[in-house]
């Protein structure tokens, strides 16, 4: 197993990010102008003031844009610079280009503008009445709900609301742009989409593509926070850099990044479920509201992955689920782990576990009694198979002995009067594949030098997920030698092009795939090489391990350096590309039916928590997972990634509380009124069990994606805390409202029951 390529540069602080880069003589520094409010109309800007200040190179507008005012991705609807209206606070208005940071902040205070300010919205349902949408709304269905409900035994409604949360990247966004001759310029960006960058900034500043460079080093962090809203800072930079012929340094500071940039989409959704006498559930329907933001950004694709994932793990024969993306005067709200999913996995739970409250039995009852298996339809057309859900809800049981802890647990709250545990199973089946069939492709390029040594390009960007790692991985192992032999270069749009983001789980897949393709094209040549030299027969099996060529399985006297040096001696090509597109996938979006994802990921996770019933207090004791990693490749950088997704997840399920005035001001702005997990509140014990699976072909090696998962798995937290204040206050009745701060869980523990 390969240790994190980055750890050793990590732990000295000798890793570079864009700030860190050493800048270039003369290169000036940019600070954002961006709205005060969330809603009006610009009457007036004053820059004069700014830019009379000495050491202020120019103040950058609308006015100043070559090309097309635009970065809408999906839909053209967000300009880079506010023209005549603002629609959310932070919004950019212009950008203040000086001699030193100082400068720029000095001259920003300076700028006076008035506006004519209207009412702002902030929630999706009053989007919702007043009819202010970002694209028209979206329904899966299978079945007949209506017919369904007629024939079930049990029928249950409600309503839920799960908050955003702030993905705190450890980097904020930033970027650095220099000229360079014949008008190219280049960009060295926090991104997770170089080929996003490249494609609007030249939309912005009027140019052919290929007259930008835009380069990843690595990320300090992302978690989806930078594959569309890594773009505008970019663009601003390069145009500052195009029209004053000088390098162009932005780097947003915290509370700037926090207050600017979108979120996780808060979600206010309504459900109603109905099942038979044997809890099978018969009919499930949904609406979500989506709270989007401002403009679209990427709100669309991330509705359609919240109705792929609104049954999570369980066949339901008859379902209608519909999302509305309603537009609100809040940043844009964008990708985060999960990109939707999460959202619509919370529902589903909350409608089983408001079923299970009004039968009086455990919610587990009900989630085993509906677990997928091989042969169920999905409510968007694909055939569940290889099914590995039912396995990880049986080995949770039996590895963690899970009927022994339930039975202690229901022991110990007998027994406690002023301290009750909580337990709840969180089971996960999550697709693999972005759901925009088109972007499921990627590219590879390899370099073997005369001396062996490789060199490889990807267009996967590493933001602490240890993708390059994995990649050196695919490669040592496909060519047989160590991995002190191979680097892994930049992510660089001129090396590689036409990239897809570093996101939706796919990166290691799709990359790793491709560089196994140009890893075997060069093999096959080397094939030739090596049956010459060793006069092989066609029977003859050649196999590459320990920096040698093997021989029907045994080592012959050809080294890989040696093999290197002879054929390029031959004049035999030793670069290489490769080009990987995912196989059968598709999807219709006009009947919403298809087969959108190559592969799902499985698990189940087992919490029990422990709540103090006077101070609203609590303590996750335990988080037992069962994962399906396939057949991984680097067990250690995978186990590391549930861990961190879990956290993740808990803490947007417990504590990571967005809070907005009614004019649209974000209040939880920064660290001081934001609370993240840290060490004092994360699980006291996360054990987590490999299902010992054959993997799929399509994942890379047969090493399924971990990094968006487990993610899912936190919400199991949230429900465990709801079982344990049911265990002291019978009279409460869970409102589904995420996350369960201390403050809602003390409320909960005293609670009248209104019903």
Request: charged share 20%; proline share 4%.
């Amino acid at each position: 197993m390969m240790k994190n390529k980055d750890s050793y540069t990590h732990v000295r602080g000798e890793s570079l990010f864009v700030d860190d880069i050493n800048v270039k003589q003369g290169t000036l520094h940019a600070i954002v102008f961006d709205s005060p409010v969330a809603n009006g109309r610009i009457i007036n800007v004053d820059y004069s003031a700014a830019l009379q200040l000495a050491g202020v190179a120019k103040i950058f507008t609308y006015a100043d844009i070559p090309g097309e005012n635009q970065i809408g991705a999906i839909i053209p609807d967000e300009p880079l610079f506010a023209e005549n209206e603002v629609h959310y606070q932070g919004q950019p208005i212009a950008l203040v280009v000086a001699e030193s940071l100082s400068i720029a902040k000095k001259a920003k205070k300076l700028i006076k503008i008035k506006f004519e300010e209207f009412p702002a919205i902030t929630t999706a349902k009053e989007a919702f009445e007043k009819k202010s949408f970002i694209s028209p709304p979206r329904t899966f269905a299978i079945g007949n709900t209506k017919t369904a409900f007629e024939k079930c035994d049990y029928i249950f409604e409600g309503t839920t609301f799960s908050n955003g949360q702030e993905h705190l990247y450890l980097e904020t966004q930033g970027s650095y742009s220099y000229p360079m001759e014949n008008g190219n310029i280049k960009i060295i960006s926090s991104t997770q989409g170089p080929t996003a960058v490249q494609k609007i900034t030249a939309k912005i500043l009027g140019i052919p593509m290929h007259k930008l460079e835009v380069e990843v080093i690595r990320l300090g962090g992302a978690f989806g926070g930078k594959e569309d809203q890594g773009t505008p800072w970019a663009a601003m930079t390069a145009m500052a850099a195009l029209k004053l012929h000088k390098p162009v340094k932005l780097i947003l500071e915290r509370i700037d990044d926090m207050r600017m940039t979108g979120k996780r989409h808060p979600y206010e959704s309504t459900f109603k479920i109905g099942l038979d006498k044997n809890l099978r559930i018969l009919a499930y329907e949904t609406d979500y509201y989506q709270n989007a933001g401002a403009s679209a950004d990427l709100s669309p694709a991330i509705a359609e992955r919240t109705l792929f994932h609104a049954t999570n793990s369980y066949y339901i024969p008859n379902v209608k689920a519909t999302l509305y993306s309603c537009k609100t005067n809040l940043p844009p709200n964008t990708a985060f782990r999960g990109f939707g999913g999460p959202q619509g996995m919370f529902v589903i739970e909350s409608a089983i576990a408001k079923a299970a409250g009004e039968l009086n039995i455990p919610t587990y009852k009900i989630q085993e009694a509906n677990l997928i298996q091989d042969g169920d339809v999905f409510p968007y057309g694909q055939v569940s198979s290889e099914t590995q859900i039912k396995n990880a809800w049986k080995h949770t049981f039996t590895f963690y002995n899970v009927e022994d802890k339930i039975k202690n647990i229901s022991r110990f709250n007998k027994e406690n009067i002023i301290r009750k545990k909580g337990y709840s199973f969180m089971p996960v089946t999550f697709g693999i594949s972005f759901t925009n069939t088109m972007m499921n492709h990627a590219r590879a390029l390899i370099h073997i030098y005369q001396d062996g040594s490789v060199g490889i390009s990807t267009g996967a960007v590493e933001m602490g997920q240890s993708v390059n790692t994995k990649m050196i991985q695919v490669a040592a192992i496909s060519f047989g030698i160590d991995k002190e032999k191979i680097k892994i270069e930049t992510t660089n749009t001129t090396r590689v092009a036409n990239t897809s983001p570093t996101a939706a789980s796919a990166t290691t897949d799709l990359n790793g795939k491709a560089l196994l393709k140009a890893c075997d094209k060069i093999k096959k040549r080397f094939g030739k090489v090596i049956n010459e030299l060793l006069s092989l027969s066609s029977e003859d099996i050649i196999s590459f391990k320990d920096n040698c060529i093997y021989v029907n399985d045994e080592k012959s006297a050809l080294s890989w350096e040696k093999l290197v040096w002879e054929t390029f001696a031959r004049r035999i090509s030793l670069s290489e590309i490769g080009h990987y597109s995912t196989p059968v996938i598709n999807f219709d979006k006009t009947i919403e039916k298809g087969h959108p994802f190559a592969y799902y990921v499985y698990g189940t996770a087992f919490t029990i928590v422990s709540v103090d019933c006077i101070r609203g207090d609590y303590d996750i004791e335990s988080v037992d997972i069962v994962h399906d990693f396939g057949k991984s490749i680097n067990k250690g950088i995978d186990i590391g990634q549930v861990e961190g997704a879990l956290v993740q997840g808990i803490g947007w399920m417990t504590m990571e509380e967005l809070y907005y005035d009614k004019k649209g001001h974000l209040l939880s702005n920064s660290l001081s009124t934001y609370k993240i997990p840290d060490i004092f509140s994360v699980p006291k014990h996360i054990n987590i069990e490999a299902l010992e699976t054959n993997g799929n072909d399509m994942a890379i090696l047969k090493s399924k994606a971990v990094g968006e998962p487990p993610l899912m798995y936190g919400i199991g937290t949230y429900f465990a805390l709801e079982n344990a204040i049911k265990a002291f206050n019978p009279d409460y009745n869970p409102e589904f409202d995420s996350p369960m701060t201390p403050e809602k869980l003390l409320m909960g523990l005293y609670a009248e029951n209104k019903t």
